[in-house]
Nanobody, 121 residues
Framework: QVHLVESGGGSVQPGGSLRLVCVVS???????VGWFRQAPGKAREGVAL????????WSKPSLESRFAISLNDAKNTVYLQMNSLNTEDTGMYYC???????????????WGQGTQVTVSS
């Protein structure tokens, strides 16, 4: 059975930082773990991806100067460090596991329950 459990969300003021954590518990190999987000009334979008060995990373170009994805393979944990947050970063953040590199949420087969990020003054 596969579990993805996110944590680390919360409420912060503009300019603040959060580190999201995704613990992956699975006996099945997944090639990529991704972070996605969904704002109210908007489609889910890819934020960052990392390969299972950490050698391949991708971040959404408009976010890559503020967001960084990393992997602790020994702990089966994927992190998303988010800095200089602004109100447009508000939304539900999900991690997901997939078998190939893709920014399309439909290509990811296993999802966590999500963690809420709220940026407001």
């Amino acid at each position: 059975q596969v579990h993805l459990v996110e944590s680390g969300g919360g409420s912060v003021q503009p300019g603040g930082s959060l580190r999201l954590v995704c613990v992956v518990s699975t006996a099945t190999h997944f090639s990529y773990v991704g972070w996605f987000r969904q704002a109210p009334g908007k489609a889910r979008e890819g934020v960052a991806l990392i390969s299972s060995l950490g050698g391949h990373k991708w971040s959404k170009p408009s976010l890559e100067s503020r967001f960084a994805i990393s992997l602790n393979d020994a702990k089966n944990t994927v992190y998303l460090q988010m800095n200089s947050l602004n109100t447009e970063d508000t939304g539900m953040y999900y991690c997901a596991a997939g078998r190939r590199f893709s920014v399309d949420p439909n290509d990811f087969v296993i999802w966590g329950q999500g963690t809420q990020v709220t940026v407001s003054s």
